[in-house]
């Protein structure tokens, strides 16, 4: 019996008895949704009452099987109601993944690939429906990240909730494809996002609506669940841009026209799309984030933007297109985009060994240098230059080389460089801006304060990065246009110095207060501060002794982890020595405010950038802290891997399809079918690991976050009870509920992936008997067993 | 890796403020110690994953405010745990009286198999004691649950104290069909793992 075989008789078993569902092929009988819903109330017959339903509504029925599947189980809807509608016969191959979805579910009763992963729930309302496309709506969006502190608390809600609440995801997807026409989503074969054909390997339905996977990616992540680590995808997602040619490459075949397209390519769209919000975004983001305070966002984000839309599009075509077609890359937009991304490359680059990059870096620096002199005015040139320079896998570089903090931050410096030039850099930005914006509104440590601190904390360096920090935060609560303006210019020298090295990021920022300093340190320093800062923390953990250098005294005060904060807050001096001293040291000039503030620790950002520092310490300690640079990384190398089967997954389909209309046997097209099954199995365990890996990166922001509140809060406390004004009380009980709120969605995270585990145990289960199922009831020994074939593959992706 | 684990547990650590909670979750959880005392705010949790025959078990360990104050904040994570610890400070009579009172405590807000221990913390400061270690283990003997003196400061008893919960909680588990006890092993299986460990 063939794998199909073997499923259509799954299924006819479990409809069995089930009033109008007759089960003689994976077409048809599956066209007017009561196979479906029959198949759920089989299982699980508290989510559907089949009584009520008609045959007759072939809408609504499907429309009922796939949205409880999805939201109740985790199934990812594959399938389209409008399509079951408008098609005779359903397309066979998307019932019978879809149904395999079913099966590997309620066989083993697990979801394929997790919650999170396969769709990533668009919790978040309140973050921005990433506007595609259209900056304006990111630039509002931003602006709505609130002042600093209150903005944990949406964070916190979003998170916990490990599906989308419906309509939330509803009103975000809504608004960002309020400008497209609803329909073509519903149309079966094209991408809601980026109007391409869509394969069923990339199939993503999001509220209804038909997305590449990588298009609906890049809408989730600017309103996804886990903001952070969204962003953190996000951000990797840049890097899929430039890589993102192969998926290009790959589809031409199918379809050639769509290359040419700059914003229509499938792929590009995809991969684009994030960088296309996020550019846009990012743009506008990191010029309300740094300079303005929210309010001011707002007109940041319009200066920004002009620039910023017209680069969003051109820019992810261009990016992508380059290494494929160069054709659609005219516009200058295009052009600052890729000079952006190359400014992250170069970063990149400058650190990697590789000849090419290498060779790349030399152009990049080149480009940059220009850059950095002509500065933000002269993106289109920068980009001229910067051109030639091949924008790769900034991401793989990075990884490559031994300094994954260093790399990380540097990157992390160089979106946020990017962002506070702004228009030039804009893609890179976007996540960052984003985190950044949190950060500072929240105070709470981003990933890019992270990796910022990490670099800081050691010696000098620290310092020029706690001053951004700083006055970042400052600049929002106090939103002075001084400052503004100082951060412009040195914003965009950052792009200059980039090419010294790769700290340049740091540099960029710096200039103005110690340039000097930043960036001469900051090369030498990576490796050091990278030791020092974790080391203060195993010092006060365990007995390493050693680095301890300054913090000896601090590490002892702020030996207990959680306490660390309240400690701290106590006393700002012990544990806040180091990075007060840091910072006074440091700020020569410009950034006086941020140096006094931290003095005086009175002011609680002043004592939030500290808290966040040490947050740092305290992740460095624990055993399994994953630097953010390098989840960010495996979630690129997933992302790699993603692209790579959805491009396999492609020739699969087209192969099936193929064999299919020429009537093949079964027996061919088991083989096929096999692998299909296996390759869309190994999809899922790709996005098990990604959402993984954002739930590990969110819970170690939370945990940076968290000292950080419960300082402010201890600080608050311990104000006599009778001289709290109601301010006071008020403030404290915001705190209160923020710390809860933030341990309530570690605590949701962790139960995140307990449910993510057992079911993946079953899942795992399930699919082995399914493979073992074919195995044994095939009738011609063949070549390769399939399951040789399953084992082959694997070991292949492993490699990979 | 974040999934890598058979069981997860939940435990829940109540008694008296200042009685060393935070200081055991520490020490179980990172093996360390800081004789400052900082009072916890509100809630908190720890993570840490041990073996306990032959499984991995992924430990939460919640960690409470003593303080009077918190305790509408605290009751409410009564409910989500499978084991509660009981702390009382052997150099502090009045936390050991109130175990009482968090007995009852438990009885109001967890839920009702819940498995419980009882630990008399500091027994390093012998010279301070105030609380014999026979008036502790004849509490726990009462309520039948299990007794350990401990002390987070020299590192006596707290791993085993955990590791003996959760066993407890691991035997009962396992004799209703949990729904990680799953057994079907097939070749492929490792096969899967391994890669899944790659990817992981």
Redesign the interface.
């Known amino acids: 019996m063939s794998a199909v075989k073997a499923l259509q008789q799954w299924c006819r078993l479990r409809c069995e008895g089930y009033r109008d569902v007759s089960i003689t092929n994976m077409t048809t009988s599956f066209r007017d949704g009561m196979a479906f819903c029959a198949l759920i109330h089989k299982h699980r017959p508290d989510l559907i009452n089949f009584d009520s339903l008609k045959k007759e509504n072939v809408y609504d029925n499907n429309k009922l099987a796939f949205q409880v599947a999805e939201e109740q189980l985790g199934i990812p809807a594959l399938l389209d109601a409008e399509d079951m509608v408008a098609l005779k016969i359903p397309d066979r191959l998307s019932i019978l993944t879809y149904v395999s979805q079913y099966y590997n579910y309620f066989h083993g009763r697990s979801p394929i690939g997790g919650m999170a992963g396969i769709k990533r729930p668009a919790d978040e309302p309140t973050d921005e429906p990433a506007g595609k496309k259209y900056e304006p709506v990111s630039a509002k969006v931003f602006p709505s990240s609130k002042p600093a502190r209150e903005n944990s608390p949406p964070r916190s809600s979003n998170i916990t909730k490990p599906f989308p609440s419906p309509k939330q995801s509803r009103n975000a997807m809504q608004n960002v494809l309020v400008e497209k026409s609803n329909k073509t989503g519903t149309l079966s074969n094209k991408c809601a996002s980026c109007n391409q054909h869509v394969h069923l390997v990339q199939r993503q339905m999001v509220d209804g609506k038909l997305y590449h996977r990588n298009c609906a990616k890049s809408l989730s992540s600017t309103s996804a669940p886990l903001q952070d680590l969204s962003r953190n995808t996000a951000f990797t997602k840049y890097t899929p841009h430039s890589n993102f040619t192969k998926p290009n490459t790959t589809t031409p075949t199918t379809t050639p026209s769509r290359l040419e397209k700059p914003s229509t390519t499938p792929s590009f769209s995809t991969t684009f799309s994030p960088s296309s919000s996020s550019s846009s975004s990012s743009s506008s983001r990191p010029a309300s984030s740094l300079f303005s305070p929210a309010k001011e966002i707002q007109t940041s984000a319009s200066v920004s933007k002009p620039a910023a839309s017209q680069t969003t599009v051109t820019t992810t075509t261009s990016v992508v297109t380059r290494p494929v077609a160069a054709p659609r890359t005219s516009t200058t937009a295009v052009k600052t985009q890729q000079s952006k991304l190359k400014f992250w490359q170069t970063d990149h680059t400058t650190k990697n060994e590789d000849s090419k990059t290498a060779t790349k870096n030399a152009d990049v620096n080149r480009g940059l240098n220009v850059t950095g002199k002509t500065q933000e005015a002269t993106g289109g040139q920068s980009v001229t230059v910067v051109i030639n320079v091949p924008g790769r896998k900034e991401m793989n570089v990075t990884l490559d080389k031994g300094e994954r903090w260093k790399a990380g931050g540097e990157k992390v410096y160089v979106k946020q460089d990017d962002d506070e030039s702004s228009k030039k850099k804009a893609s890179a930005a976007a996540f960052i801006s984003k985190k950044v914006t949190e950060e500072n509104n929240n105070s709470k440590p981003s990933w890019v304060n992270v990796a910022l601190k990490k670099t800081e904390k050691p010696s000098q360096i620290e310092t020029p990065k706690r001053e951004t920090e700083g006055v970042r935060g400052r600049v929002k609560l106090k939103a002075d246009p001084s400052l503004l303006a100082d951060f412009h210019p040195a914003s965009d020298p950052p792009s200059s110095a980039p090419s010294p090295a790769s700290r340049s990021g740091l540099g960029a920022r710096t200039p103005e207060r110690g340039s000097s300093k930043a960036g001469s340190a900051s090369p030498v320093t990576p490796a050091a501060s990278d030791n020092e800062s974790p080391v203060d923390w195993r010092s ?3 007995p390493i002794g050693g680095k301890d250098t300054k913090p000896a005294g601090s590490s ?2 702020s ?5 660390n904060g ?2 701290k807050t106590s006393e700002p001096s012990s544990s806040s020595h180091l990075s007060s001293l840091n910072i006074t040291v440091t700020p020569p000039a410009s950034k006086g405010f941020l140096n006094g503030q931290t003095a005086n620790g009175g002011k609680s950002e002043s004592q939030v950038a500290k808290v966040l520092n040490e947050g740092e310490d305290e992740t460095l ?2 055993p ?1 802290y994953i630097p953010k640079e390098n989840i960010i990384k495996e979630l690129q190398d ?1 992302e790699d ?1 993603l692209n790579e089967l959805e491009k396999r997954g492609v020739e699969l389909e087209m192969k099936l399809r193929s064999s299919e209309e020429e009537g093949e046997d079964d027996s061919l097209m088991d083989d096929l079918m096999v692998e299909w099954f296996n390759l869309i199995r ?1 999809k899922q ?2 996005m ?2 990604e959402s ?1 890996l954002v ?2 990166g969110k819970t170690q922001d939370l945990e940076e976050q ?1 000292p950080t509140v ?1 300082q402010e ?2 600080r608050l ?1 311990e104000k006599p009870e009778h001289l709290k004004t109601p301010l006071d009380k008020k403030k404290e009980q915001q705190l ?1 509920d923020k ?2 709120g933030i ?1 309530n969605d ?2 949701a995270i ?1 139960d995140g ?2 449910e ?3 079911r ?3 899942e ?2 399930e ?3 399914m ?2 199922n074919f195995n044994l009831k095939k009738d011609k020994p063949k070549k390769k067993s399939p ?1 040789s074939k ?2 082959g593959w ?2 292949d ?2 490699e990979g | 890796m974040a999934k890598k684990y058979d069981f997860l547990f939940k435990l829940l650590l109540i008694g008296d403020s200042g009685v060393g909670k935070t200081c055991l979750i520490i020490r179980f959880a990172e093996d360390n110690f800081n004789s400052t005392y900082i009072s916890t705010i509100g809630i908190d949790f720890k993570v840490k994953t041990i073996e306990v025959d032959g499984k991995k078990v992924k430990l939460q360990v919640w960690d409470t405010a003593g303080q009077e104050r918190f305790k509408t904040i605290t009751t409410a994570y009564y409910r989500g745990a499978m084991g509660i610890i009981l702390v009382y400070d052997i150099t502090d009579e009045k936390s050991f009286e109130n175990i009482q009172n968090w007995m009852k405590s438990i009885k109001e807000n967890a839920s009702a198999g819940v498995s419980q221990m009882l630990l008399g913390n500091k027994c390093d400061i012998e010279a301070k004691r105030k609380v014999t270690k026979e008036t502790g283990e004849k509490l726990a003997k009462d309520h039948g649950i299990r007794f350990f003196e401990t002390s987070a400061k020299s590192s006596i008893n707290v791993e085993e104290s955990f590791l003996a919960l959760a066993r407890d909680i691991l035997q009962r588990s396992s004799k209703k069909p949990g729904p990680t006890g799953r057994e079907v092993k097939i070749t492929s299986t490792t096969e899967k793992k391994s890669s899944k460990c790659v990817l992981l």
């Open positions: 006060k953990l365990k002892q005060s030996a207990k982890p959680w306490a309240g400690g300690k624990k399994d997933i891997n190994n365990v790709a098990r690991r993984e739930y590990i968290q419960e809060l201890r406390m209160m710390l809860v341990v570690r605590n962790i992936l307990d993510d585990r057992l993946e145990e079953e795992d289960e699919l082995n008997k493979m073992m399951m399953l084992l694997k070991k992706k492993k």
